[in-house]
């Protein structure tokens, strides 16, 4: 028989390899789960035979998309629990609570997260009075969408004692009226109450995490950068991976803890089949809706405020010190301008030791103009989420004012800056779907706008580079993975556009998503 035999052959799809010369061919041809070629559809078809063939009828394939900041874990936790986001009011926050209760009686913890006091008339923040008449006999923890505040009621606040431990509270704030909490707590204040509040199964967490994978590859996103696991969950993954479960490219970022820094120290960079270790997740601060955000001038509507510094000084620079011995990445969490030069001036060290150590700012949301060019002199890798400009616009202003809002969101000049951008969804904050976030990063207003194809390279190539994952992902290259999807609708900035997904989602050359036929 004619033709070298590979495993499958793609053809009649208009294939955006991503490569340097951002070239376009028409057929593909993979084995054992790698590329062998790719090139125009007569070459392929004369050149190999394969086992399978798939027409794409025309339709674009890409690179699988990675998510290069997602909360697998917190997403699956939220699937588990109430579901708070869109609810437009405290009293239909309450409401949703006695609907849960209605519905579990047998209640032994309520766990709720999404709800954003932006979206209700006034802007204030929940208390807790209602609360405690429905539930005043078990935990209650309701957080807020960015995960930076919470809402419990007083049978937790009693339980963790939570009024003895406020003396010793760095980072944190416990929101108190007329000498006695309100039940809003915020940033490092939740560690306080934490250990007080039951949890789910891990068999309920591993099934619920398999639905998180099974909506990436709806939306073909074949990785995600998961932003901050504990010690146990790394056993969880291994398990779902060594099942055949988990399918999709994990690159995990660990919390500082001693467990973690004694896995890394004594492994090294890790990895698992599908599953990479290599990088340490910190927070400078926290988030700009809960006023947590670490800001060098007081907040334009609370000048009483210039937010929180959640992890100390000299345990982050402990830490970068560790991950350069380590062969670690250091992904910083840094909202506030505040934040990002602090982080700026620890990476710099970083820097004059190594200069290709890829460390990460995740957000970097509002930079100090003057700070910008120093993401370039210390080769700081920017981590953005476009869509987190979409859904801050309504208040962004209010907190930061006009003259500081020139350097929010500043997607353009930070791609400028470092020459690359990890692109990212930050679900379940914000949608998981990437649709969204390619329509904000194109639609910013010009001067900070991104081009369609630097927004899908952070989704690909850009999101490899930050993970040391270039030369196995990122582009449909000859000896890359053949992991791509195959999208039902040619892929768009316009605002207008129908909603998008996968027709088909390949993993090393194997469907592991396919739409179904209507």
């Known amino acids: 028989m004619k033709g070298e035999k590979v495993d499958l052959i793609v053809h009649n799809a208009k294939i955006h390899t991503l490569d340097l010369a951002n070239s376009v061919h028409d057929a593909v041809a993979i084995r054992n789960g790698k590329i062998i070629e790719v090139g125009p559809e007569r070459q392929i078809l004369n050149k190999y035979r394969a086992d399978e063939t798939l ?10 998309l990675t998510d290069a900041h997602g909360h697998m874990l917190m997403y699956a936790k939220q699937l588990l ?33 999404g709800w954003d006091q932006t979206m209700w008339a006034g802007q204030q923040m929940p208390t807790n009075e209602q609360l405690n008449l429905i539930f005043p006999n078990i935990p209650v923890c309701l957080y807020r969408i960015d995960g930076h505040a919470a809402l419990i009621n007083d049978f937790l606040i009693n339980k963790s004692k939570l009024i003895d431990q406020i003396p010793e509270l ?7 009226q007329s000498g006695k909490p309100t039940g809003l707590i915020i940033d490092n204040a939740i560690q306080l109450v934490q250990s007080f509040l039951p949890d789910y199964s891990k068999k309920e967490y591993l099934k619920s995490l398999l639905q998180v994978q099974e909506e990436c590859f709806q939306y073909g996103i074949t990785g995600v950068h998961e932003a901050g696991i504990d010690f146990q969950h790394i056993a969880w993954f291994k398990q779902l991976i060594k099942g055949g479960q988990l399918k999709l490219n994990l690159y995990a970022m660990l919390m500082d803890s001693p467990q973690n820094r004694r896995f890394a120290q004594k492994n090294g960079p890790y990895r698992y089949r599908n599953l990479s270790i290599r990088s340490f997740k910190c927070f400078a601060d926290g988030a700009l809706g809960s006023r947590g955000a670490l800001l060098k001038a007081p907040y334009h509507d609370h000048p009483q405020s210039r937010g929180l510094l959640l992890t100390e000084i000299n345990r982050m620079q402990n830490l970068a010190s560790f991950c350069l011995s380590t062969g670690y990445q250091m992904n910083t969490h840094s909202i506030g301008d505040s934040a990002n030069a602090l982080v700026l001036s620890i990476y710099k060290r970083v820097f004059e030791q190594k ?4 460390f990460r700012i995740e957000h970097a949301q509002v930079v100090d103009p003057a700070d910008f060019q120093k993401f370039a002199q210390y080769a700081v ?23 500081r809002m020139r350097g929010a969101y500043a997607y353009r000049t930070l791609m400028n800056q470092f020459g690359m951008i990890a692109v990212g969804t930050d679900f379940p904050v914000e949608q998981i779907n990437p649709f969204l976030s390619i329509q904000a990063a194109v639609n910013r207003p010009a001067m900070e706008a991104l081009t369609l194809e630097e927004v899908l390279r952070g989704m690909t190539i850009y999101a490899a580079f930050a993970s040391f994952e270039e030369r196995r992902i990122g582009t449909l290259e000859k000896g890359k993975d053949a992991t791509f ?16 997904y996968a027709w088909r989602t390949f993993i090393k050359g194997r469907c592991v ?3 179904e036929a209507l």
């Open 381 to 403: 890798f920017p981590s953005v989420q476009p869509t987190h400009a979409v859904s801050d616009a309504r208040w962004a202003q209010d907190r930061i004012g006009s003259e």
């Open 170 to 176: 760095r980072g944190g704030e416990v929101q108190m």
């Open 81 to 113: 629990g109430l579901d708070l986001r869109g609810v437009r009011s405290v009293q239909e926050l309450i409401h949703r609570c006695e609907q849960y209760k209605a519905q579990h009686p047998q209640l032994q913890f309520v766990f709720g997260q």
């Open 355 to 358: 200069p290709d150590h890829r």
């Open 513 to 515: 998503f396919e739409l």
């Open 485 to 500: 999807a195959i999208f039902e609708y040619p892929v768009s900035s316009a605002a207008s556009q129908a909603p998008n």
């Open 55 to 64: 027409d794409a009828q025309g339709k674009e394939m890409y690179p699988g």
